[in-house]
């Protein structure tokens, strides 16, 4: 028998965020709304996420603030 799975994190591209100036590297840019969570498939299928999270990150330099 043969049983192929995986277990990691995934990060998705929600939409614009707000234009903010980044704290990190003190560019004023738009930034991403990203969403990220743990996942466990099974035969390339998502069974089960956990651990949701919503922020936005600097499209520069990847600085995060959670929203």
Do not use: D
């Not at 994190?9 to 965020?17: A, L, W």
Request: hydrophobic content about 35%; overall charge positive; some cysteine.
């Amino acid at each position: 028998m043969f049983l192929l799975f995986g277990f990691g994190s995934k990060r998705k591209h929600v939409g614009p965020g707000a234009t903010r100036s980044c704290p990190r590297c003190h560019n004023t840019t738009q930034w991403m709304r990203m969403k990220q969570y743990q996942q466990f498939t099974l035969f390339f299928v998502p069974v089960a996420r956990w651990k949701r999270v919503e922020f936005e990150e600097c499209g520069i330099c990847g600085a995060a603030t959670q929203v």
